[in-house]
């Protein structure tokens, strides 16, 4: 008899996904505000000129649904779309996208194993980076392969800092998610995860100090509303426009409040308020 499978490990997801890829699209289309958080944070990272003659990454695109706010945000941009589960990218190929979209079957923690070479001019990371397993390690890579100045997108849970965002994550989670997954997909394995993952994940302090260390600078954490207010936020960064800046002292982490009331289109948070 094959050995039973053990829980979900960072390393091991892109293969959970591949066994959640079709029931995928029906569950986060079923998550209020989910299509519209990302087209914001696409729309936050500021790509100029509808993306004419720019070049941008989605890491960890999945059915192509950060790889639509993107094009959302910037459509006349080339976008170049990754992910490790084949079968999540068999769902993202199956819609229609323009010539301007590329998907490519790799690894997000060696882009260049796959062929995917810089610069970008914006990159945008949606609901991975707390997937992977050698997080720092992959956010020096996203640094080093934008070019001086663009900017990166991390769009993540983010609940660690806030006892209340920890209390709504638990009840949505294990009040709709876990049990929408079970009708649906009929298996809670991987929102199980997700819950445990997230719990897990920095808060908004330590990725942000993790932004600062891996190069970035310009970081700016912005909520989303909803449900998700201060459990989704994006969290931006920027590549510094002159090489040398790199090297500089690093600033300090913004003191951030992640409970400050937030207004439909999010707050700067790092940013003390009027
Ligand atoms: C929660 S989904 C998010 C998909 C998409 N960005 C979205 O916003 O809907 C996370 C995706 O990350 C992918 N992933 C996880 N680990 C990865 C890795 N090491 N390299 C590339 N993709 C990975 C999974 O296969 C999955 O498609």
Redesign the pocket.
Known sequence: MPPKPGPIERGG??RS?DAHARTYDKL?GSNPGYHAH?RLTAKRMGIPNRGRGLRLL??????G??TAALLDAAPEAEIIA????AE?LAQAHRKTWPRTVRFVH????NLAMSGIVGPFDGILA???LR??VHQDAALRQFHRLLRPGAPLAI?EYSVRDSLRSRVVWTMVCWGVIIPMARIRAGSTDLYRYLWRSALQFDGIKALTGRLISAGFEDIRVQTVPGWQQHIVHTFLGRRPPDPTAATAAPAAAADIDPEAITPAEGIDMTKPPA
């Open positions: 997801v892109a996904f986060v990302l989605d890491v960890g695109c999945g059915t649904a950060s990754v992910d490790a589960s999540m790799g690894n997000a923690e949606a609901y991975i997937n992977l769009h």
